[in-house]
């Protein structure tokens, strides 16, 4: 702002209400676009104030670029791949409508398009593309009641210490997998401790008991106490250095006047759930 009041403007603002106009007016001439790792210039020549979205474009070249080098690496050491067997992924929101293609020798134009899925299984984690991994849940709660149901038809009479060796085996193990990928939430956190809880009541003599109590006898800890549990252990291991890191995950809290400890977290603010569910 280039005026300000004084007393030869006899206290009046409408000067600085003329100074705002102009200024305002000026940057009607302006257009912006973002940088990546520059500073934003500012031309004086343009008409119309308008943010320009990130051309994605290029990304999409670069990630077809790669695809066409996977697939030369995959020529010289004899592990060609199958397109239709290979399919995209897509993450986030709004998905794009972009095709990607895998070289094919059998196709006609030398390229096979890739098919686009909304969930695929890795490592035997089923991912999905709005990554709350209720296709993954829901399959292993019906495989782990599947085996429970087995298990109720193969024993007529299950002990205290048969069936606790049976489930650890057989059916807790299913439902732990990966679940630090896959950490359950709402809804889903309710659906896997229903599985354990169901499991609980196959012995007749803990039927009518409440569940805390029935897994108090049997010396089991819920599922939730297990992966909280496991998520502490494995912050400790982070915070202390046991476990070698290319770059922190964890960032520890400045020293602050309150009562604590020197291992406090600074908890970093994330704009959607899906993110806020992680374990960093």
């Known amino acids: 702002m280039n005026r300000s009041p004084n007393r030869e403007d006899g206290g009046n603002l409408s000067n600085i209400k003329e100074d705002r106009r102009s200024w305002l007016s000026s940057t009607d001439n302006r257009e912006s676009q973002p940088?990546?790792?520059?500073?934003?210039?500012?031309?004086?020549?343009?008409?119309?104030?308008?943010?320009?979205?990130?051309?994605?474009?290029?990304?999409?070249?670069?990630?077809?670029?790669?695809?066409?080098?996977?697939?030369?690496?995959?020529?010289?050491?004899?592990?060609?791949?199958?397109?239709?067997?290979?399919?995209?992924?897509?993450?986030?929101?709004?998905?794009?409508?972009?095709?990607?293609?895998?070289?094919?020798?059998?196709?006609?134009?030398?390229?096979?398009?890739?098919?686009?899925?909304?969930?695929?299984?890795?490592?035997?984690?089923?991912?999905?593309?709005?990554?709350?991994?209720?296709?993954?849940?829901?399959?292993?709660?019906?495989?782990?009641?599947?085996?429970?149901?087995?298990?109720?038809?193969?024993?007529?009479?299950?002990?205290?210490?048969?069936?606790?060796?049976?489930?650890k085996a057989l059916v807790r193990p299913i439902l732990k997998y990966g679940h630090s990928v896959w950490q359950p939430v709402l809804e889903t956190l309710q659906d896997i401790e229903d599985v354990q809880r169901r499991a609980s009541k196959l012995i007749g003599h803990l039927k009518d008991k409440p569940y805390p109590e029935r897994l108090s006898i049997l010396k089991l800890p819920s599922l939730e106490h297990r992966r909280r549990r496991g998520d502490m252990i494995d912050l400790f291991k982070y915070v202390t250095g046991i476990y070698d890191t290319s770059r922190p995950i964890f960032e520890l809290a400045p020293n602050s006047n309150t009562r604590g400890h020197s291992k406090k977290l600074i908890r970093k603010r994330s704009r959607l759930a899906v993110r806020s569910n992680f374990f960093s």
């Open 35 to 167: 940088c990546h790792g520059k500073r934003n210039s500012w031309p004086s020549s343009r008409r119309k104030v308008k943010a320009k979205k990130s051309n994605e474009q290029r990304d999409r070249e670069i990630l077809q670029a790669d695809l066409d080098r996977l697939h030369q690496w995959s020529v010289a050491w004899l592990l060609n791949f199958h397109p239709e067997k290979c399919c995209t992924l897509k993450l986030g929101k709004p998905a794009s409508d972009q095709t990607y293609f895998m070289a094919d020798k059998n196709s006609t134009s030398g390229k096979h398009p890739l098919k686009t899925s909304k969930a695929e299984k890795d490592f035997g984690v089923v991912v999905d593309s709005q990554l709350n991994f209720k296709d993954h849940i829901s399959q292993a709660t019906t495989k782990t009641n599947r085996i429970l149901g087995v298990i109720r038809r193969s024993f007529d009479h299950l002990t205290d210490h048969t069936f606790v060796q049976l489930y």
